[in-house]
């Protein structure tokens, strides 16, 4: 069974500043999808930043980029120039490409805090 | 537009009762997902429908939690002989498919208390 782990429960960073969220996963699989959710604390989860396995290339959505290393099956989000707003709990989360799987499976999040 | 609207927003119930949780995807997607998020936990995977069927509903947790979609739209989650382990937030979201690159549109949740 696959298995996602997020080893930092809260993290801290100052406004501007750059801070990296970790995640690390457990798949016998090659092929599958990778994500960072955000949850502010209005409690509606938004899609932050989405990885193909398949795909070498980091994906970046503005502030927000990845470093995706599929052999060590590490999955961090990185967040530029850090904003107020951009205080929140992120979760990551993994899907499987197989054909009729539906399923995605969560970390148990990071609370990121950003101070002014 | 009109995001994915869930109902209630906070059920308090007493044990042992039964609950019905609503959500409203949203209009045209036809991929729903409901979802538990206990406290300082991630989200736990219920049950996955497309249209009108279920084709996944490994998450649930006992045969006291159960599901339906009609008209491929509204679902209910129901919970049976409710036990305080459901407390938790209920959410749900819905995609355009099902395929891993369409992006879920999460509800606000349904927070469940049981006394």
């Known amino acids: 069974a696959q298995t996602v782990t997020q080893s930092q429960p809260e993290m801290s960073v100052q406004e501007a500043e750059t801070v990296t969220l970790s995640c690390t996963y457990d798949t016998s699989e090659s092929d599958y999808y990778l994500f960072w959710y955000k949850q502010p604390p209005s409690r509606q989860m938004i899609l932050v930043i989405r990885q193909e396995a398949y795909k070498q290339q980091n994906a970046t959505e503005n502030r927000f980029s990845v470093n995706f290393q599929k052999a060590a099956k590490s999955f961090s989000l990185k967040i530029s120039d850090s904003q107020l707003g951009d205080a929140a709990m992120y979760f990551c989360?993994?899907?499987?490409?197989?054909?009729?799987?539906?399923?995605?499976?969560f970390g148990t999040g990071t609370r990121l805090k950003v101070l002014a | 537009g009109a995001g994915v609207s869930q109902s209630p927003s906070n059920k308090v119930t007493e044990k042992g009762k039964d609950v019905e949780l609503r959500c409203d995807p949203i209009?045209?997607?036809?991929?729903l997902y409901w979802y538990r998020q206990s406290l300082g936990q991630g989200l736990e995977f219920l049950i996955y429908?497309?249209?009108?069927?279920?084709?996944?509903k490994s998450g649930l947790p006992s045969d006291r939690f159960s599901a339906e979609r009609t008209g491929g739209s509204v679902s209910t989650l129901t919970i049976q002989r409710t036990q305080q382990e459901d407390s938790a937030v209920y959410l749900c979201?819905?995609?355009?498919?099902?395929?891993?690159?369409?992006?879920?549109?999460f509800g606000d949740g349904t927070r469940l208390s049981i006394l």
């Open positions: 979201a819905s995609s355009l498919f099902g395929g891993s690159n369409q992006p879920q549109h």
């Open positions: 989360a993994y899907r499987s490409a197989t054909s009729g799987t539906y399923k995605y499976i």
């Open positions: 429908f497309q249209g009108n069927s279920a084709p996944d």
């Open positions: 209009s045209g997607h036809t991929a």
